[in-house]
């Protein structure tokens, strides 16, 4: 096999891009003009690109199509919105393109976002650290008689992937009943799994409405008021996903009525949300800026993800979290 040529534009700092060199060996790496400023920024066409029989980062469809060389993507998000068309995949398919995405860089911190908000809206920290009163008053008493243990819940997930997986795992131990739904159930997911038909029995009964659901044409703007309305009295909301697969104003609607509980959001729709947006204004919407899957040497986890599944592609086995 020849020594393949790759692109690779994720903003890394000199001693992990040496690292990635180092561990491409004899592989010539092309880097852009223009690096990009995060994994989720798209960047700009590069003539070196061409060049490329592997690409590391967040290619452009435009260098994509333009390409006679390009093998195989390894994204450098888990998110992977402008490959996950019916347009794209018939001319990966066509062409025998491989992409992989970086879920399992993100799944374990993701998980733990979700599950630091799940424990958070168990315990109402948000009201406890604001509240100051003494020992044995009514308002004290009220707080503590409020908290709301997670032991015994039900969860619901949509989205049943890496981050899914891992969450399931830091769940399993408060023995609460957990339920998934996925477009194709695979029969491996260990536990009771639904299809989006079964999907209004499932949101009323569920205490925790957890959407990890990806961005594409089936999934935008799937939590609308039908499905806001059909989820149980008081129940909570928490997006890991993207923040177009949900009706910002529906939700609004339904927090304010107190159709539900509370929301959780690491995503919104546009990022960041404007300062003058009517969830803001909520006590039971709380947001976080889109920062779950961060976690300390990022870039090194990403380099490292890559580098993996170099190796396996160098032996010809199979790539980890192939997407196409």
């Not at 509370?262 to 009517?278: F, G």
Request: charged share 25%; hydrophobic share 40%; proline share 5%.
């Amino acid at each position: 096999m020849a020594v393949p040529t790759i692109f690779s534009d994720p903003k890394l700092d000199t001693n992990v891009y040496e690292i990635l060199k180092k561990g491409v060996g004899e592989s010539k790496l092309i880097q852009p003009a223009k690096i990009a400023s995060s994994v989720l920024d798209a960047g700009e066409v590069d003539p070196a690109f061409g060049e490329a029989e592997i690409a590391f980062g967040q290619p452009l469809l435009e260098s994509i199509y333009a390409s006679e060389n390009l093998k195989w993507i390894q994204v450098s998000s888990a998110g992977f919105t402008r490959y996950d068309t019916e347009e794209f995949r018939k001319y990966a398919k066509e062409r025998g393109l491989v992409v992989t995405n970086s879920s399992s860089v993100y799944a374990h911190a993701c998980a733990e976002h979700v599950f630091a908000f799940m424990l958070a809206q168990s315990r109402h920290l948000v009201e406890s650290l604001a509240l100051r009163v003494p020992n044995g008053t009514p308002e004290w008493n009220g707080l503590r008689e409020s908290y709301k243990p997670l032991r015994g819940q039900s969860v619901l997930i949509l989205g049943f992937g890496g981050i899914a997986r891992e969450l399931v795992k830091m769940l399993e131990p408060f023995g609460m009943r957990i339920v998934a739904m996925r477009r194709q159930p695979r029969g491996d997911e260990g536990m009771k799994v639904v299809t989006s038909g079964e999907l209004p029995e499932a949101l009323a009964a569920a205490d925790h409405v957890i959407n990890i659901l990806p961005d594409n044409e089936g999934s935008k703007g799937f939590f609308d008021a039908t499905r806001f309305e059909q989820m149980k009295p008081g129940a909570v909301f928490y997006n890991i996903g993207r923040g177009t697969t949900v009706d910002q104003e529906a939700l609004f609607d339904a927090l304010n009525n107190r159709k539900l509980g509370a929301a959780w959001l690491d995503v919104t729709d546009p990022e960041p949300l404007a300062k003058d947006h009517p969830l803001w204004t909520l006590e039971n919407c709380h947001i976080t800026p889109h920062t779950a899957g961060g976690h300390q040497n990022e870039s090194l986890t990403l380099v490292n993800h890559f580098l993996t599944n170099y190796g396996r592609y160098i032996r010809g086995e199979e790539l980890i979290d192939r997407v196409i």
